[in-house]
């Protein structure tokens, strides 16, 4: 099966490469600078910012070809339009520490693949919890159109153990094989709307002296509805995100019921003063019919930052996380960022007791200029339920 999918990938890519697509662009503009990008996809990315209503000034538009991210800095004078292109085929190292993790990897990542504003991702990840194969392919713009789609194939393994507080209750090894499939369309420059199709199959592992689970694989497939009126800056996307996803179970290996997930995140973002950001962020999720093998399984990330990795098998949650952002230095290749955060999170959880938890602490991060992810950052914290006090350093895809 996974041969087949691999095929699948390769004749997508293709589909995209042989195909001669003309667009349709303004002559008001001569565009330079650009030595990667398509001069094709930046009149396309103007034309639809002026037909989105964000190119109706100088400032729009170039805040509007900003939030692809191909570009560093843009600048507008009368017709011509010149673009400082970022590194896009970036390979970078992932290295974490923390309390109880231990992990490195290497990914490659080309966010402009074909010079077209395409995302090809390919990695794999080894550490104590976690060992991992992934690749990822994303076509933001369908043949110059609304029309979007993306594929990602993953395999790998989880030790995985969930606490009360820091006491281990229970363990197994998870071995998963995945693909998920999507298409959608980009209604309007704020929402977009996908169907998602998605294949797992899971087996396990005995970690003595715990009883091993059932393996079982499954069908799901269900819609996706996002809100994004954010623009791009350095370390930030200023204004809201929303997004909804439900996810069914269409088909199981075994006899137990098919689970349903639904699940909600909203952001928010605002630059206060002196470019001061805070960053508000609401998630959570809920699984009808779920059981310990469909548990959402995690700990360490923001909004559950002070829990084990892994560490917290739960079938519902709702979690707040609120950071402030404040750069303390600036520089040709990036900005230092200290940022103090809080996390509060109300949960239902497998064998775990306890149905709230807080945590709260400070970080430090270093967002590189010409590369539109963080490279360094070191977390310093209190979580009242988990790993009490905790320290998470983190480079490249760590973070």
Known sequence: MFISFFLLIISFLTINVTVNVTVVASDKYTVEGNTKTTTNHILFLIERCKRNNKG??????????????????????KNVIKVKERWTLIPIPELKFSNDNRSFG????????????????????????????FFFYKDRNLFYSEWTGD??????????????????????KENAKNIHIRFGQNINHHFSLNLGIQHSNLSYQTMIPYVQPNDFSYFAAGPELTYNDSNYKLYFNEGHQIRINYIQQLQRSDNDKKSARIEYSWANQLNLTLDHVLQLRLSGFNIVNSNLRDSIKTGGSIGYRGVQ????????SNNLSMDYLVPFLKAKYGTWIAAPFADYAIYDSYYNTDRNFFSYGIGS???????AIPG?????????????????FSMGMGM
């Open 56 to 77: 109706e000034t100088t400032n729009e538009l170039k805040q509007c070809l900003l939030n692809s991210r191909l570009f560093s800095s843009v600048a507008i004078d």
């Open 151 to 172: 594929l990602s194939v993953s395999t790998g393994s989880r030790n995985l153990k969930t606490y009360q507080k820091k006491d281990e209750l229970y363990a197994i």
């Open 309 to 316: 990795s892994g560490g917290l098998w739960m079938k519902r």
């Open 376 to 392: 360094v950052g070191l977390i310093v914290g209190i979580n009242n339920k988990f790993l009490k006090n905790f320290v998470s």
């Open 365 to 371: 991060y270093l967002y590189l200029k010409e590369i």
């Open 106 to 133: 290497v990914f490659v990542i080309e966010s402009n693949f074909l010079g077209m504003g395409k995302l090809l991702f390919v990695g794999g990840k080894f550490g104590s919890v976690e060992r991992a194969l």
